[in-house]
T-cell receptor
Framework: DGGITQSPKYLFRKEGQNVTLSCEQN?????MYWYRQDPGQGLRLIYY???????QKGDIAEGYSVSREKKESFPLTVTSAQKNPTAFYLC????????????FGPGTRLTVT | EDQVTQSPEALRLQEGESSSLNCSYT??????LFWYRQDPGKGPEFLFT???AGEEKEKERLKATLTKKESFLHITAPKPEDSATYLC????????????FGKGTRLSVIA
């Protein structure tokens, strides 16, 4: 079954701790994306990667970091520098350049207290 | 700056009461317009891609249309299971330029 997996579904952390969210896809897609979703707001782009070993900052990259060492994997680290890390995080992937749709994973809800 | 505005923010319908959701956009060089459905606590599910004005796509009770300035998602005779948030997004420019999303329309269909 092809798709995008995100783990874990729920994640709880104490303030001041870094946390890494997993995103894996077996769709052989080149591009991968991380979004943050807060109540009443649209999806906001954190980082994206078009190819392995390359990534670009999105609109709200401060306090986050990523890596893209393998085509299938695009982990997101939420650092202690992120002021309001509690949110729903969504990973997506896309095949090829141009106007092709993105496919989303099930999301990870992160709660930091 | 590319912008996407969805209206209304929320819509409550009786079962069987047809209606339309609006997505207006301002982009330079539209590559594609996308509709997604999102259930609470889940990732968005892809519905349609529209590429050029005049194009229409249909799936069950949903039909998406596109003009040069906006897109409509028409819902015919909705059922309670159509209740969800519907997201619109556009891609402009070239390559893998990220999508720009609207804030969504939260649809509730009451039996």
């Amino acid at each position: 079954d092809g798709g995008i997996t995100q783990s874990p579904k729920y994640l709880f952390r104490k303030e001041g701790q870094n946390v890494t969210l997993s995103c894996e896809q077996n769709l052989n897609h080149d591009a991968m994306y991380w979004y943050r979703q807060d109540p009443g707001q649209g999806l906001r782009l954190i980082y994206y990667s078009q190819i392995v070993n390359d990534f670009q900052k999105g609109d709200i990259a401060e306090g986050y970091s990523v890596s893209r060492e393998k085509k299938e994997s695009f982990p997101l680290t939420v650092t202690s520098a992120q002021k309001n890390p509690t949110a729903f995080y969504l990973c997506a992937s896309k095949n090829g350049a141009g106007g092709y749709e993105q496919y989303f994973g099930p999301g990870t809800r992160l709660t930091v207290t | 700056e590319d912008q996407v505005t969805q209206s209304p923010e929320a819509l409550r319908l009786q079962e069987g009461e047809s209606s339309s959701l609006n997505c207006s956009y301002t982009v330079s060089g539209l590559r594609g317009l996308f509709w997604y459905r999102q259930d609470p606590g889940k990732g968005p599910e892809f519905l349609f891609t529209l590429y050029s004005a005049g194009e229409e796509k249909e799936k069950e009770r949903l039909k998406a249309t596109l003009t040069k300035k906006e897109s409509f998602l028409h819902i015919t005779a909705p059922k309670p299971e159509d209740s969800a948030t519907y997201l619109c997004a556009v891609q402009a420019g070239s390559g893998n330029t990220p999508l720009v999303f609207g804030k969504g329309t939260r649809l509730s269909v009451i039996a």
